[in-house]
Each structure stands twice: as C-alpha cells, then as structure tokens.
C-alpha cells in the first residue's frame, strides 16, 4: 500500500474536484503491480446529503471504455485465427452497405464511418436491435485518411463479435473476460449500488435525472456499468497482467498509434490504437480510455512503461475537470517513485557476445548492446538517430522490433574463418571500424583511404 501522507494528498485532489467541479459524487483508484493500491470517493450517488455515500464498490455507467473489452474480444478471435484485421467487413457482415471497411479501421476510428446513429440521440433513447443499426450506416469521410471517432462503429464491431460466436458481444465478454477477471461488479445494466445518471445546472446547484436505458445495437458504444474495484483490475490488465487472456504482443499491438487525433494548430499528443486510446505527455505513453453517457464521465488510464494506472468515475452528464484522471496518477508517480530493480549479473551466449560493442554505419557511430532476455540493441551511440530492438529469427539472424528497423532483418556477415566481418541490416552495412575496406560496403571504399 501507499504511505499515508501520498494517500490524504490524492484524497484532497479528489475533495476539490469534488466540490470545485460540483460533481455529485466521484469516485477514484490508483492501481501499481496489478494492484488497488488506493482508492477514494466523495459526495453521494444523488448528490443529496443524507443519501448513500459513493465508495469503491459503487457501481458508474463507464461509458466508451466498454470499447476497449469489446476491442479485446475482437483481438481474440483474431489470434484464434477466425479473423484479420486486415479484413473487409463484408467477409463477416455481409447485410451492411460499408463491406470495403476493414476491422482494424473500425477499431481505430479511422473507417470514416459516422459519428452517431441517424435517428435521435442514441445515447438518451432505448435502442434498436441490429437490422436497424444496419440500414443506416453511412460514411462521412473516405476510409483510411483521417481519424473520425464512431460510436456508431463499436455497434458493428459488437455485431461481429456476437455473429462470430453465435452469442451476444455482452455474453462473449462476460465469459472471456469479466468472470477470468472476478469483475462480477460489471454488468449491462445497473446493480445496486449504483450511482444515479444526472446533470448538474451550470448556473445553479440543482441536477436533473438523466434517463437509463438499453442502447440495444449501440450498446457496445458505452453500455456497462461498471466500479473503481472492477475497472482497478481492467486498468491491470491493460498494464499487462492479462492472466493469459491475451498474449502480451496482443497487447502492444493495440497499443500502436495507427491514426492521428489531428487538430489544427495545437501539437499531436492524441492518437488511437486498436480500440484503445493512446497519450503522448512528454515523451511518456499512456493508453486506455475515456468515457461519457448522459449522467456519467469515466477515464482508464495507464503508464505503458510502468503499469501504473488510474480510474476515475463520476455521475454527472458535464464538469469533471479535463485531465483529473492524468493529474491523480502524475501525484502518485511523483509521491511514490517506482524503486529500479536491483541489478544482477546476467548470462550473454556467446553468439551475442561476439556482436555487442561500437558499430559504423558509414562515420556515424553506433553501440550494439545485449539485452536481460537475450535481444539485442542497436542506437547511435550520442543517443540521437535510429534505434531498434532485436531478435533472434530461428535462423542464425535477428529481427528488428520497433523504430525505423521493425520487421527488417539484420544478418551477420562472417569471414571464412567463421569470424564476424560486418553486419547487413536492411542493405545498410555497419562495420568494426568507419569504411571498413574489408567490409562489402555498397559504392566500395576510396582506395585511397582516409586523407
């Protein structure tokens, strides 16, 4: 658990945005370790004095982070291997008029379908089953050019996770997820005790209910409800403790920002993966995501790089500061820095040893380093320029995993003597020393030398 001064500090952050913000309640957790390592609430789940206080097991409507479990059940079938993402959507769903779209453009909000159902608020009215949802899918942009949040997609995307399994998208996620997971406080639809859904006057402070209902087709846009409890151990899971119900390549695969939040004139810190929302503060990488329905605000968010997460939920339809969520968890970090693993002796084979040390591309010097899980490591030495990961392919060569070199294959050139004459990595050759002449450098070496 947390010192007690880092938790009476976290529980002030959420008294003031409480009482600052006019929430009528709201209520927060800090995950580390796959672990609710704090958690606190404040106000009632009416707003009025005397009622039921909100606490850890309170029960909020989560909004779209419903999409991020629907996006993990699309991920499973994938790597079950009844789907790619690269997939057109008629392959699956045939009775829509958006069959060219593919699921990966769908999850990442890049298929240019429309934002909303054509009929009324989809959100504050009880909703149709999926023949109707069907007959009204539109387009607004060119699919693949350009991000377009649709909730109106996640509809599909239930309906291709239902249709798959021959069950409703909420009974798939229910059995593959929530019951693996002990997140028996998450469910369709509200159970005792829930927050009441309102709207909080912005002159006055006074709230008007807001109506709860099924979303029918749309539900997969934002229909579970869902605690500070349950939602700790979603944040866990996306931090990586999947309980082998995803490969962690799955995971970092969702992670990857595929199309751009571009707004002009401020700078590109947004972006969206394969159903997950992804930040960029600083240089550090968050994901999860947000939520919103008539009554509610919800955020998941997590360090990519550390695990740690927070989860923040509230009942009103408008008023939760921007940034609550990030600035609970940039508390936390900064109270309770992370403690660096001790460092130990490891054991480096012999065919990375003999590859490690300082590499020439041209003049340009690199630093070739082994890693604790065997990989290797390749970047300028002044930390500036190209870097990559990379593994072992199976057969004698390496693989890279991520920068400018992902996917691209690096070989180790010998001499006949079985010594290591320079390495190939994508046509780029790096040798021992600057132009090595003994080297198949491309173009050759000025046989005159260095002068």
């Known amino acids: 658990m947390i010192r007690p001064t880092t938790a009476t500090h976290l529980a002030r952050l959420v008294a003031e945005e409480q009482a600052g913000s006019r929430l009528p309640s709201v209520a927060a957790g800090i995950v580390r370790d796959g672990e609710l390592v704090w958690s606190a609430a404040r106000g009632t789940i009416d707003g009025r004095e005397g009622s039921r206080e909100a606490d850890e097991h309170t029960q909020y409507r989560m909004g779209s982070i419903t999409k991020t479990f629907v996006a993990v059940a699309v991920m499973r079938l994938r790597d079950e291997g009844r789907l790619d993402l690269t997939d057109p959507l008629g392959k699956h769903l045939p009775d829509t008029s958006i069959d060219d779209v593919t699921i ?39 699919a693949g050019q350009r991000f377009h949040y649709s909730n109106a997609g996640y509809g599909v995307l239930g309906e291709l996770v239902g249709r798959l399994h021959g069950r409703s998208w909420a009974k798939v996620v229910s059995a593959e997820l929530l019951e693996p997971l002990g997140m028996g ?33 749309m539900a997969p846009a934002g229909q579970l409800w869902s605690t500070v409890r349950d939602l700790a151990r979603w944040a866990a899971f996306l931090g990586g403790r999947t309980d082998g119900l995803l490969a962690a390549e799955t995971l970092t695969e969702m992670f ?111 630093e070739l380093r082994a890693m604790d899980d065997g990989w290797l490591r390749l970047g300028p030495a002044d930390g500036a320029g190209r870097a990559s990961r990379f593994r072992p392919d199976g057969d004698g060569g390496w693989v890279g995993l991520d920068g400018y070199y992902a996917g691209e294959p690096l070989r180790v050139v010998r001499h006949a003597d079985g010594t290591v004459r320079h390495l190939d990595l994508a046509s780029f050759v790096f040798t021992r020393t600057p132009y090595d002449p003994r080297a198949d450098v491309p173009g050759g070496v000025e046989p005159a030398g260095w002068h």
């Open 185 to 217: 406080r998450t469910t369709t639809r509200p159970v005792a005790p829930h927050a009441h859904g309102l709207a909080v006057h912005p002159f006055a402070d006074v709230v008007l209910a807001e109506p709860e209902h099924d979303g029918g087709a």
């Open 104 to 142: 990966a453009q769908l999850l990442s909000h890049g298929a240019g379908l429309q934002a909303e159902t054509d009929g009324p608020w989809w959100e504050r009215t009880e909703g149709g089953p999926w023949r109707s949802l069907a007959t009204q899918l539109g387009r607004r942009l060119p």
């Open 256 to 366: 990857r920002p595929l199309v751009v939040v571009d707004v002009p004139g401020a700078p590109w810190t947004a972006a969206h993966g394969l159903g997950v929302q992804v930040w960029n503060d600083g240089g550090r990488r968050f994901t999860g995501h947000g939520g919103s329905m008539p009554g509610f605000l919800a955020e998941v968010r997590v360090d990519v790089e550390t695990g740690d997460g927070v989860v923040v939920l509230t009942n009103t339809t408008a008023g939760l500061s921007r940034g609550f969520a990030a600035e609970l968890l940039d508390a936390f970090a900064a109270a309770e820095p992370r403690t660096p693993p001790v460092w130990r002796v490891g054991a480096v084979g012999p065919e990375v040893f003999e590859l490690i040390g300082h590499w020439y591309w041209g003049a340009t010097t690199y």
